[in-house]
Every structure is written in C-alpha cells, then in structure tokens.
T-cell receptor, first 111, second 115 residues
C-alpha cells in the first residue's frame, strides 16, 4: 500500500511568515495533490502536480505555491501566511484500488 | 461549474440498521465516483470506487449504487455498528481540461450509529 507522510500534524505560525508544508509518498507516483479542508466547505483542491517540476492550479491557488523537485516529495508553500489560511491541509496521491491515499493532515493555525 | 451535494445534516441510526447516504451531482458526467471515510482529525480513507458503466458495487457490509441518469450515488452500510460512526465523503473525478484527472469532493455526511 502507498504511504503518504506529512511532516507536521500541528503547526502554529504568525501572520506574514513563509510556511512550508511537506508531503512524501513512497510509491513513485506521478500525481500528487494538495487540499485544504474547512468546516462546511469540504475538501478543496489547491494545487496538484503530475510529474517532477510540473504543476497545475486547483480551485483555490491564491496565496499558495508548490514545489516538486523530486518525484516523492510535493511541498505546499504559503508565501505570506494569513489568518484565513488557518485550516487542515491534506496531501494525497493515487493509491491501491484506484482511490487516493491521503496523509494524516497538517492542522495549521495562523495567528 | 460542477457541484456535489451530500446531506449536511448528521444521520443518526440505531446499531444493526442499514445506513443510507446520498450523493447528488450536477453539471457533470464523471467517469467514476468514489466514497471515503474520515475520522476526526485524520485524512480520508478510500472505501469504494464505482464506474459509470457499473450500477452497483459491494465490499463486505458496504454497497454503492450509481445512477448516471439521476446523477446520484447511494452508499449503504448494512448491519451498522458504532465503529462505523464517521464522516463519509463522496468524490467525483474531474478532468477540466487539465493535464490529469483530479478528485472533487462533497462536504460529507456525518454518520452516528447509536448502540
């Protein structure tokens, strides 16, 4: 089974800080995705990558950027964190059985 | 734009009964539909995938139906147990002119199974 590891379970950052969220998968898959999840809004796609150095915007890319220098690692970057980016961030990659495998999530609080 | 609707109200049922959750979608014809389970503070876990040419899929106590005419999927848990209590998410594949398919999620339905 695919394993997706997110580097932090909980993060607290200050407004204006540059924040890096890291995600690593162990199956050499081309596609990786970043979602954020907020109450009442569900999971919304921020960015995804379909190969090294290849990326595409999702539904809510504003305020975010991504980096994919190696196939196994996909980083989400908050260029200047704001309080409205307080959320649960979830990384995913296609897994077994045609579904996605998600990481455990990073709960980010921006104060 | 495509829209996925799941009942936002929690579903409360008695242990041993069948839970039925609904997923409706508009403005789109997905090639497949997926269901996930999510526990508090955790990432979603994949349960089942059903393709557009399949009417029904089963896995142990789970059953999913897919009606492309009604644009609806039903997710059933038979002989429900308190351990089935969680949020269940429906997701559709979406190409959107991009380089690859991606999943669009509904907001989920919270299921509470009472002992």
């Amino acid at each position: 089974d695919v394993k997706v590891t997110q580097s932090s379970r909980y993060l607290v950052k200050r407004t204006g800080e540059k924040v890096f969220l890291e995600c690593v998968q162990d199956m050499d898959h081309e596609n990786m995705f970043w979602y954020r999840q907020d109450p009442g809004l569900g999971l919304r796609l921020i960015y995804f990558s379909y190969d090294v150095k290849m990326k595409e915007k999702g539904d809510i890319p504003e305020g975010y950027s991504v980096s994919r220098e190696k196939k196994e690692r996909f980083s989400l970057i908050l260029e200047s964190a704001s309080t409205n980016q307080t959320s649960m961030y979830l990384c995913a990659t296609p897994g077994t059985g045609n579904g996605y495998t998600f990481g455990s999530g990073t709960r980010l609080t921006v104060v | 734009s495509q829209k996925i609707e799941q009942n936002s109200e929690a579903l409360n049922i008695q242990e041993g009964k069948t839970a039925t959750l609904t997923c409706n979608y508009t403005n789109y014809s997905p090639a497949y539909l997926q269901w996930y389970r999510q526990d508090p503070g955790r990432g979603p876990v994949f349960l089942l995938l059903i393709r557009e040419n399949e009417k029904e899929k089963r896995k142990e106590r789970l059953k999913v139906t897919f009606d492309t005419t009604l644009k609806q999927s039903l997710f059933h848990i038979t002989a429900s147990q308190p351990a089935d209590s969680a949020t269940y998410l429906c997701a559709l594949d979406w190409r959107g002119g991009g380089a690859t398919n991606k999943l669009i999620f509904g907001t989920g339905t919270l299921l509470a199974v009472q002992p």
